[in-house]
């Protein structure tokens, strides 16, 4: 079949390629970490009930959770290189664009480990794995560093051992930490995101134990689903009120799976509680949202679209910066609207680059 | 206005205004020796001994306590004199009618008896204290809400004082509001034509991000528009409005947020709707229909543009946006000076007045 890029010219293929911030690789079973891990921690897993991480962010028959076709025949969606080279990374008739380069987030729930010897051994053999079994095996995919991040010196230790492979693009955070990643208990960890020259990706989901809403648990998954943005939100109040940006001038973050288009009403709210408050935080010296647009990257997809294009670009506008978006496909999980039709279609050529490619390729240093 | 963009404001000089009705305005008590009059003995001696509990560890202190030209002359604290909050802030801002919402712990009292008791005794001190004082008054009932029978009392208490329009929340009740625990009181807000409101603040010690506690007072007062949003987004799924026919009312949580709150629902239900086939319509349906927000502390874009665009987004919901003043807080809205656009006259009218008018039965 012909693709959009076979005859095309090397601008053209430029103008048409997508870089993708957000492929899921999953691990398909807690033995294909056995290479990676102790013989403590292989028989820890082969004699006693302790499997490794447990993933509750994604029920794994919710409809969100997996797009048709998507799961391999010998595991979870997600963890088979093939069906990702086929799906993502080709052109298909479901992406007409190929995709230059692939970044892969796993969001394999080490924060889920209590123990902290077995989120430490784990992260390591999660990072092991992604370099034998992705990174060396396709170029054109660059992954994410998974870490104990409820453990900022040993994640800051895991990030100076993998961080100088140049597969490993960014460090991967649940964005329900434990305490807000402004909280300077967390510097150790920044410190060495920033040091070796990565990005900080905060991704939905999260075992901290405390609950996802101010309230408490809500009763439905699809309620969680809907709040994670505020707790995205909550996560850039904190970043940017603790001086993280201060303190790091470096440090980029992005942000996978929180849709968008709240982000305006925020920097609204949070822009004029600055200025009330400034006093309180004096490191804080220009509004939030200035901040917010130097600083942080969204990739975009979910979107979270209203049903009328006008109002998306009314608010794409209000983001007052084309450098925000990037795209990401959050494969393998599905979603209500394609960013390519009902979104990248109705801007500017120079805009749509942009969020296909080039605001990747600068945040990334491809 | 953020003066500290470079971009010009619009100017919000002083002009003519239709009457209003402040949805957020606060009688606050001197001390907790105010309500000692409306306590049984035994209850007087407890609060005496032990005082007020809530939950702790969620403390920030405010930046500041009061506006303190609102401060009566005899010294007390601002707002705690219903004379003198009538002649400093209804008579000269052409105040028709003043939602009372007194902030002092009620609903977050961890002895369950001590909440019930001390919300009836607050009420008895609204009703001797404001309502009977000056006719603008209306108030809202402060019930033990953690407590869904004994609040359901209180409602009953007080439901033929129709002076009483509302019944009231904290911002972070023990759990989210649409949970079934609180449906009681639903049920005797919908028998008596009352509506349900929450107020941004006061919690029973869960932290104010669904990430743990922040760390300064910045991050606790931008919070209760994630914090509110999580209660709409609970009392919408969970099916709350698909039982009761009542209102929900968001105060001091600011109200820009309300359109992508419903289109991101709404594109989640379209793919997650088999985990909750009680909702007979999308849930932007039941925002339209059962959600009010209150102005204050207003959103303000420095392009006045992103305001009209704003307003646009909302199309019907711009009849559920109700002015407040916060006063007579730190961060009061004035009347005068609130929006940060000039506003179509209609529309000025409707959030001043109409819209509230409508909800609550005054004229």
Same mark, same amino acid.
């Given at each position: 079949m012909s693709t959009p890029a076979a005859e095309a010219s090397p601008d053209e293929v430029r103008r048409l390629t997508r870089i993708d911030c957000d492929i899921h690789n999953v691990v398909p079973r807690v033995e294909a970490l056995f290479p990676y891990l102790s013989q403590h921690w292989v028989e820890t897993v082969t004699?006693?009930?302790?499997?490794?991480?447990?993933?509750?962010?994604?029920?794994?028959? #919710?409809?969100?959770? #997996?797009?048709?076709?998507?799961?391999?025949?010998?595991?979870?969606?997600?963890?088979?290189?093939?069906?990702?080279?086929? !799906?993502? $990374?080709?052109?298909?008739?479901?992406?007409?664009?190929?995709?230059? +380069?692939?970044?892969?987030?796993?969001?394999?729930?080490?924060?889920?480990?209590?123990?902290p010897d077995a989120a430490v051994a784990f992260a390591r053999a999660v990072n092991d794995w992604q370099i034998a079994e992705w990174l060396d095996k396709e170029p054109r995919l660059r992954a994410s560093i998974v870490v104990a991040s409820q453990l900022p010196q040993e994640a800051a230790r895991e990030i100076e051992r993998v961080g100088d492979h140049p597969g490993f693009v960014q460090v991967i955070l649940p964005v329900r930490s434990h305490l807000p990643w402004g909280n300077r208990i967390h510097h150790p960890l920044f410190e060495a995101i920033a040091r070796k020259g990565l990005v900080a990706a905060l991704q939905f989901g999260g075992q901290p134990g405390n609950p996802p809403t101010p309230e408490g648990w809500p009763s439905y998954y699809v309620e969680e689903?809907?709040?994670?943005?505020?707790?995205?939100?909550?996560?850039?109040?904190?970043?940017?009120?603790?001086?993280?940006?201060? !303190?790091?001038?470096?440090?980029?973050?992005?942000? $996978?799976?929180?849709?968008?288009?709240?982000?305006?009403?925020?920097?609204?709210?949070?822009?004029?509680?600055?200025?009330?408050?400034?006093?309180?935080?004096?490191?804080?010296?220009?509004?939030?949202?200035?901040?917010?647009?130097?600083?942080?990257?969204?990739?975009?997809?979910?979107?979270?679209?209203?049903?009328?294009?006008?109002?998306?670009?009314?608010?794409?506008?209000?983001?007052?910066?084309?450098?925000?978006?990037?795209?990401?496909?959050?494969?393998?999980?599905?979603? +209500?609207?394609?960013?390519?039709?009902?979104?990248? #279609?109705? $801007?500017?050529?120079?805009? #749509?680059?942009?969020?296909?490619?080039?605001n990747a390729r600068a945040l990334y240093r491809l | 206005m953020v003066a500290t963009l470079p971009e010009k404001v619009e100017a919000t000089s002083r002009r003519v205004r239709p009457a209003l009705i402040d949805c957020d305005h606060h009688n606050e008590l001197d001390s907790d020796a105010d309500i000692y009059p409306y306590l049984p003995q035994r209850w007087l001696e407890h609060v005496k001994t032990y005082g007020l509990r809530g939950a702790a560890g969620g403390y920030y202190p405010r930046f500041m306590p009061h506006r303190e030209d609102a401060r009566p002359p005899s010294g007390r604290k601002s707002g705690s004199e219903a004379r003198f909050s009538v002649k400093h802030f209804l008579d000269p801002e052409n105040v028709a009618y003043a939602i009372l919402i007194p902030l002092n712990g009620a609903g977050g009292q961890l002895n369950l008896e001590l909440s019930a008791v001390w919300a009836t005794a607050v009420n008895d001190w609204q009703v001797a204290e404001w309502l009977d004082v000056d006719p603008r008054f209306r108030a809202s009932i402060v019930i033990p809400y953690e407590d869904p029978p004994a609040a359901v009392a209180e409602i009953e208490r007080r439901a033929s004082d129709k002076r009483f329009v509302q019944v009231q929340f904290g911002g972070r009740p023990h759990e989210p509001m649409g949970r079934r625990k609180y449906w009681p009181i639903y049920e005797a807000c919908a028998k008596h034509g009352l509506h349900v409101m929450s107020h941004a603040f006061g919690s029973y010690g869960q932290p104010i991000t669904g990430a743990g506690w922040p760390s300064y007072y910045v991050e606790e007062h931008v919070g209760p528009s994630q914090a509110m949003q999580a209660n709409v987004v609970s009392m919408v799924m969970e099916g709350v409005f698909e039982h009761f026919p009542i209102k929900a009312i968001s105060v001091e949580n600011g109200f820009a947020w309300l359109s992508s709150l419903c289109w991101r629902m709404d594109a989640a239900w379209r793919q997650l709707k088999s985990e909750v086939p009680h909702l007979k319509h999308e849930p932007s349906y039941y925002v339209r229909n059962h959600v009010y927000a209150s102005t204050q502390p207003m959103e303000e874009p420095h392009r006045p543009e992103y305001f009209h665009q704003m307003l646009d987004h909302f199309g019907d919901l711009v009849d559920h946006i109700l002015f407040a003043s916060d006063y007579p807080h730190w961060d009061y809205d004035d009347p005068d000076a609130a929006f940060p656009v000039n506003l179509p006259s209609e529309l000025q009218r409707k959030i001043y007045f109409d819209n509230a008018a409508a909800l609550y039965g005054l004229k």
């Open positions: 004699q006693t009930l302790f499997k490794g991480a447990v993933d509750a962010s994604y029920p794994p028959r #919710a409809p969100t959770s #997996a797009r048709p076709g998507s799961t391999p025949p010998d595991g979870p969606p997600g963890s088979s290189l093939d069906l990702l080279r086929e !799906q993502v $990374l080709e052109p298909s008739p479901a992406s007409r664009y190929p995709v230059e +380069v692939g970044i892969l987030t796993c969001a394999y729930a080490i924060d889920s480990l209590r123990n689903y809907v709040d994670m943005a505020g707790v995205f939100a909550s996560q850039l109040t904190s970043m940017v009120t603790e001086g993280l940006f201060d !303190q790091f001038p470096t440090l980029k973050v992005v942000l $996978l799976e929180s849709g968008w288009t709240w982000l305006p009403a925020h920097m609204w709210r949070f822009d004029k509680e600055w200025r009330n408050l400034r006093r309180l935080v004096p490191w804080v010296r220009r509004p939030p949202s200035a901040y917010i647009r130097e600083h942080v990257r969204i990739a975009v997809q979910p979107l979270d679209a209203p049903p009328d294009v006008r109002q998306l670009l009314d608010v794409y506008g209000q983001l007052e910066s084309d450098e925000i978006l990037v795209y990401g496909s959050d494969y393998p999980h599905a979603h +209500v609207f394609d960013p390519e039709n009902d979104f990248l #279609a109705h $801007l500017s050529e120079d805009a #749509a680059r942009k969020i296909r490619s080039e | -």
